[in-house]
């Protein structure tokens, strides 16, 4: 109210506004990365420094800094074509939002062929790029926005244009956005009496410090508000959030309303209750993040929080099942088994001449730990866990439902429907056509190459660590530490190949030239999971699924590349294996790349920034400590989109899905490092970096359909891992269709198969001296030598096989009908909203009917003498007039 | 336009109407199942007889009939006991329309246990009924709905309400219903220059004779057409569809529009052009489908267009599999053999005792036959239908984006959320809690006792079947005379248990007391559909998967009740069987069940009725020519919902992709009885019904959902028809793995195991003497009598159990993998609606900006001297303004 009262009033007359149609205001000179919302003062910063926060005049607040480059015309140009590859949502709005204003678009030269030819002038240029600034700035006063220039600022070389956006022009740019949502009220929900507020109140009181200390939050609720969005298409609304509160009578709306000045209250707010560890138990204010940063921002918070707080219940199950594994380590028969003193079954070589024949006794170490995460209730807890991502899904559908409707974007659709194509599409899309062929072949090859070189850099790893290990002191232990050796090294591979990745999946993206930024982006995202993913998981897919797998026999081995035997497993199944690399990587991920590298580099590079302006500079420290707000926000690092974050929990999710049978503390994992992801994330966006613009958002978008894909990954591999990784299966097979006594004794001896030494191929047998043996042991089912067809594929083995398919059949389907039923047992739209949503339209039909009553009153009380004539006409549908009334149907019953 | 004129001015005043808030027009004595709508004549009969179509004036056109019972109040009791349960869409929308406009409820006696008591003085009843029906038709007047009655007609009992809608209360209702969706211009899509505009020409003008011949299709798109959807809560709206035209002008809307004046013009073009049979070959006009019958219906129309014309590409692919394997069915080298003349196998007898040892000659036929349907053409088919399931998802998402569109519904949300209790849910809600465990129990014990009752039905009548075979003239055609008639059998059955299912389902939906009437009817359709589609296929899945499976081994048969043993199936697998029952219940269903009983029992209804009321009066018989409109209605079959025209539907959808595998001629079949059932349907819907209320629908509702978990069965149904009933895998198996020389030769002996018939048990050996055979062979993969371990399940067998469940695992995957990229591929919004709905958004900014113009100059000249003041103000957010002003915010820059 106050603030309505103290804005100037409107410049230009509201006429049509001819703008011309620019394409993007890098073309004339700004420099478009560069350009700034202001950042808030952090609460140290924020006493008495207000410096370049308003304008001269101490009364208009800064909105909107736009910078360009003076005195540096060749620099300019480079960045300009630069620029176009960082085309941001900022700029779009910004050409929409004057495109939409435009009627006869002024011809412009632009990035085509002429304006190139033109470039040899390049004052000219300069100049027709100040014209076209100045022009461009023109319009911007038109439409009603309040500039200030500020070319003489302490940073060399930089222009600084500073926007104030004037209350009606929100108020106007808020009408567009709204033409579908006229009124919204919160109402109250009935409150339950009796026992169950008790309850509640019970619950609300335990519950309390989980909350952040935000008030917003909590008055939401209590009285009836009738807020109107205000969305900027070119301006971060939130700093103008509007709301009209009425101090409810019946069911009259709004009777009081004012502008609820934001003054940087909502970002100390952020900054103590948010963006801090102490409150790493508490609930995120996802509200108020979505007022600072935009619906975008918030989606991903909001996310980020219920996949936080999902994993809590699946941590929890995860080591349960753990301890129960470690409860029944002891009572484990085949690992009693083969630990057993008495033991004494001679196993053949693991390597061709080095290695000697070894007792199945020095395995009892591996196969006690495999039992840890080889046991009936892993099977459990693959189950679970499908059930908990089908479940996290249809929460997270709730949230999102919940949040459109509390953030007031039930009405709101994207806008680009295969418009506004971006600024390259055009230009290469000539130069398009004749590199078809070439790409695509460039395109595969590139792909096939990175994927091949990874595995093989992974293979050689692997082998050489193996390598070491066959000296003759090869124990049990010195395995153990191989392993994890080779699984570091891997993670170190997939560490740097995750970059290369990354430039390759934008590389690709560009050949590609998708035709609008939103299919530029959902590509890129695309395949930068595809690569990433691979990357990740191809390690652990194979150690999962082929290592061990093609082994040969003794006697008539697999080699690859003429001399390398292929690797086998432990005994006990490679899960062990399996179960160290996941972990090795999934930690070494989470704390090197994310961590380390998400608050180190962005401090390193802030840093540089600073040395790099100070050096330029010496003698000007005192000064810069005055430095304008806007100039001090120039050295943070601009924001880059929400990518690399959900990029780095979406493979996260990966892990916690997809091979959980093999590692039920995955989760565990994933909640420790969440909850610390969640406050790094909230300083990095608080502190670290240029403040975004906001941007709406409905969902999370593609996210949401790789989060669903990983899913259903999840449940096949899943069901892969326990029949064919575990010997979960051929335990089952033993005990129900060999096993004498029905118990589990005897199962070591039936998974060995006989090997008579004399069977080996010459040059192959052990060297060792030391060992006497006629027959040794292999894990395999095959044939015994005795047999009328030695070493052929035994039945057993074909029982073993058909049961685990059967497994694989019967899980898949019933955990797919598990989540189906799931997710049809949830609805999307949470009871209360869609009651409220209800209760709203029925509002809407009572305020229309009173508003009819009240217009005939108004058009009787005008027009006293043609009030009976026009009362007939008030019929809502409007009838043959004439031009002046050419309006839509709700609006043509308005006078 | 003239219509306009010609109507009345509104009688009473547009004040708020206060109406009693009733539950059901039925308890104040209306027949609610008799109201009517009046159908259009049918053009014999519109030459002349225009009896009752209009009110006494001849001016005002009657719009609905309300019947009620006069004279004879204790049948009008029973009637309204009767009429609760058959509450439908009409009596809602009624009931909310009335209720919406209430403020103060009128307390008022029904249906409780205190208006039993009540009860005792019938004629205080009656005169009760009469007073509360003035009443509501004297608040049908207030809200401006004109009336006229007619008690003295020549149907005797019954009294008529005639009622007509006045223009204006039209417009009123559609202001209602259109608060969000004010304008819709259909835009000329651009026309493509050059070779494409001549191929679409070309293209045009071959299909020309597939469009049905009306206009009001062809002219939708040529000019713009700003129109209002009239829509009634409680008329059907059709009748009133209002068409403003353009002469359109560059971008203004609207300058003359005039009412179509309906005048049974589209019911001509309907009888014509939709419900004939020599238009078969042609789309249907669903545009004017839905104009008459509303957009459920229509719906429904226009799904089943789509299904039967994705049936075509289907039927084609099937007619071509089916032909491919008659071409290589000489080539088939397991048949060949088979039927080879030196082929002299000795087959272990089929049955105890009676049966003798026959030839694998005798087979020859049934061989031959099989390979019809088990060749590899029918994997491809299946994949090809999943697909094509998915295909059809994806295509009837985008027709249903597109007529949603088109009829203007995208505003459109269903309004029943969770109010609107039923009527009996109240009163049953308390004594639920008392039967509740009675309920379960009796759900459980009846679902039960009809699946096992049907299966038990099956397998005796199969039984017999196959004993009357057992007599010594047991020879192949007999066996397929035997498998026809015990597929017949079946045949009666399952349509006799349709019915009663049907009924059961209505049952149990009565006994769980759904809330809501949505709820009601979604759970008694999914019921209804998960017992037809148990019963539909319970036979087949039983053939399919068991029949033969459990037979156990020559001398060591497997028997139920100590006597019987299980069924085997001919040489060949049993997919010649499953191909016959297949055949015979689907074609059998479609021709008696959907045919027979659509075409039929309405037409007896009619009859029935008609010889009634003629018994009645059979003087009166001249008299009856000349009878109102509405009498005539009067004796036709009241509408009784889409359900089972949908689940007729479904089913077949069952019979098309569930066992494809085995029956590639299924979608010509469908394809067939669906282009009769369009028309059929068609015919019913205009002539043989009452015109059913107009109803709004957004979608197919539950349907889509039971469509998509059919295609899903599908899928994995297939998979396993494919591996396990067909020899497909056991040829693979044989052909990689045991054939010496890499062809099919030898495996029809390989598939066939040896049996020492000195083995037989006593008393169950053959005891035809004409035999003297040492060995018989049988199809299983078993030891032979000599190994060290006879008749045991051998390793073949294993083998290719394996193959044949990795077989499910690979296919399941790839098919359902592939649906989910077309899926993905296709969009759920075709681009050109999209487009459109894209600038539709940029026409109301435009509209937007121009009307803001208006207002300001409106208001400049309406207030000459406050102009200046009030421009300031106009800023669109009201602001703190008192009571008069209480409206939305759009509403709130108005003035």
Redesign the interface.
């Known amino acids: 109210?106050e603030r309505?009262e103290r804005s100037t009033?409107?410049p230009g007359k509201?006429?049509?506004v001819d703008i011309i149609n620019i394409k993007g205001i890098e073309d004339i000179g700004y420099v478009q990365p560069d350009s700034i919302l202001l950042n808030c003062l952090t609460p140290e910063e924020n006493t008495g420094c207000q410096h370049g926060l308003y304008f001269q005049d101490g009364e208009r607040r800064v909105d909107y800094i736009l910078t360009y480059h003076i005195k540096k015309p060749s620099s300019s140009r480079s960045n300009r074509q630069s620029s176009r590859f960082t085309d941001n949502a900022f700029t779009r709005s910004l050409r929409r939002g004057t495109a939409?204003l435009g009627r006869a678009p002024t011809p412009q030269p632009r990035g085509d062929p002429e304006v190139a030819s033109q470039d040899h002038s390049m004052d000219y240029h300069v100049d027709d790029k100040r014209l076209h600034r100045e022009e461009f700035e023109g319009n911007l006063r038109d439409m009603g926005m309040e500039l200030e220039k500020d070319e003489d600022t302490k940073t060399p070389g930089v222009g600084f244009v500073k926007i104030h956006a004037p209350?009606?022009v929100l108020?106007?740019e808020?009408?567009?956005m709204?033409?579908?949502m006229?009124?919204k009220k919160v109402y109250e929900m009935k409150q339950s009496t009796g026992v169950g507020a008790k309850i509640n109140t019970l619950v609300n009181k335990v519950t309390e410090p989980l909350y952040p200390n935000v008030e917003d939050n909590r008055t939401h609720n209590e009285c009836p508000i009738?807020y109107?969005r205000l969305v900027l298409p070119f301006l971060s609304y939130q700093v103008f959030e509007?709301l009209?509160r009425t101090k409810c009578t019946k069911c009259?709306?709004?009777?009081?309303?004012y502008v609820l000045t934001f003054s940087c209250f909502v970002f100390q707010l952020l900054y103590e209750e948010w963006a801090s560890y102490s409150v790493f138990y508490k609930y995120q204010p996802i509200g108020l993040v979505r007022k600072y940063f935009g619906e975008k921002i918030g989606l991903y918070f909001a996310w980020l929080g219920l996949y936080t707080q999902m994993l809590i219940p699946a941590s929890l199950v995860g080591v349960i099942v753990f301890l129960y594994g470690c409860a029944t380590v002891d009572d484990n028969i085949p690992s009693m088994e083969i630990c057993h003193p008495k033991n004494n079954i001679t196993m053949c070589p693991l390597c061709d001449r080095a290695c000697s024949y070894w007792k199945l006794k020095e395995a009892c170490g591996t196969a006690r730990a495999s039992h840890l995460f080889d046991n009936p209730a892993t099977v459990f807890f693959s189950i679970f866990m499908a059930l908990w991502a089908a479940m996290f899904m249809e929460h997270w559908k709730r949230r999102q439902m919940r949040l459109n409707y509390e953030w007031d974007l039930t009405g709101f659709e994207e806008?680009e429907?295969?418009?506004h194509p971006r600024a390259e599409y055009e230009l290469r899309v000539m130069q398009k056509s004749l590199k078809k062929e070439h790409k695509t072949q460039k395109v595969l090859i590139g792909v096939t190459f990175a994927i091949v070189f990874g595995v093989i850099l992974y293979r050689i790893s692997t082998k050489t660590a193996l390598h070491m290990s066959n000296n003759p002191t090869t124990r049990s232990n010195v395995r153990l530490t191989v392993k994890t050796t080779a699984a570091i090294i891997n993670l170190v591979v997939i560490l740097i190949l995750d970059e290369v990745y990354g430039a390759v999946a934008r590389w690709l993206t560009v050949l590609e030239v998708p035709k609008t930024d939103k299919s530029f982006e959902e590509r890129l995202i695309f395949k930068t999971f595809i690569l990433k993913f691979v990357n990740a998981f191809t390690p652990i897919i194979y150690i999962a699924f082929f290592r061990g797998r093609l082994v040969g026999r003794p006697g008539s081995y697999l080699y690859v590349f003429e001399s390398y035997r292929m690797e086998e497993c432990a005994h006990g199944g490679c899960l062990m294996e399996l179960c160290i690399q996941l972990s090795i990587t999934m930690l070494g991920k989470q704390l090197i790349q994310n961590n380390l590298f998400e608050i180190g580099i962005p401090k390193l590079k802030k840093l540089i920034r600073y040395i790099k302006s100070k050096r330029r500079s010496f003698q000007e420290e005192e000064r810069e400590k005055k430095l304008q707000r806007y100039e001090t926000d120039h050295f943070l690092e601009p924001f880059a989109g929400l990518t690399p974050e959900y990029m780095e929990m979406i493979i996260q999710f990966g892990f916690v899905t997809l091979f959980v049978a093999s590692f039920p503390l995955a989760p565990l994992f994933a909640l420790l490092n969440n909850i610390i992801e969640i406050r790094l994330d909230a300083k990095k966006f608080v502190a670290e970096l240029r403040r975004p613009v906001a941007a709406r958002a409905k969902d999370i978008g593609i996210w949401y359909n790789l989060l669903r894909a990983v899913a259903k990954v999840a449940v096949?591999i899943n069901a892969f891992v326990i029949s064919f990784t575990s010997d979960f299966i051929p335990r089952l097979v033993y005990q129900y269709m060999y096993s004498p006594d029905g118990s589990m004794h005897g199962f070591v001896n039936h998974t060995l198969s006989y090997f008579n030494v004399s069977n080996f191929q010459d040059g192959k047998e052990p060297m060792d001296p030391q060992h006497q043996v006629e027959m040794c042991r292999y894990k395999d089912y095959r044939e015994p030598p005795w047999s009328n067809t030695p070493y052929v594929i035994?039945?057993e083995f074909?029982?073993v096989?058909?049961a685990r398919?059967?497994f694989?059949?019967v899980f898949?389907?019933v955990v797919m009908l598990m989540s189906d039923i799931v997710d049809w047992l949830i609805p999307d739209i949470p009871?209360d909203i869609?009651?409220q949503?209800?209760k709203e339209?029925?509002l809407?039909?009572e305020?229309?009917?009173?508003?009819?009553?009240?217009k005939?009153?108004?058009i009787d009380s005008?027009m006293p003498c043609g009030g009976k004539e026009k009362r007939?006409n008030h019929?809502?549908?409007?009838?043959?007039?004439?031009?002046?009334?050419?309006?839509?149907?709700?609006?043509a019953?308005?006078?």
């Open positions: 109210m309505n009033p409107v509201e006429k049509e939409r209350w009606h108020c106007r808020a009408e567009f709204k033409l579908k006229p009124t009738l109107v509007v009209k009259g709306p709004c009777n009081a309303c806008e429907v295969s418009d096949i035994s039945k074909w029982a096989l058909a398919l059967a694989v059949i898949q389907n009871k869609s009651l949503i209800h339209k029925i809407m039909v305020l229309f009917m009173k508003e009819e009553q009240g005939i009153q108004f005008m007939n019929a809502p549908i409007a009838r043959s007039r004439s031009i002046p009334h050419t309006h839509s149907h709700t609006h019953n308005n006078f």
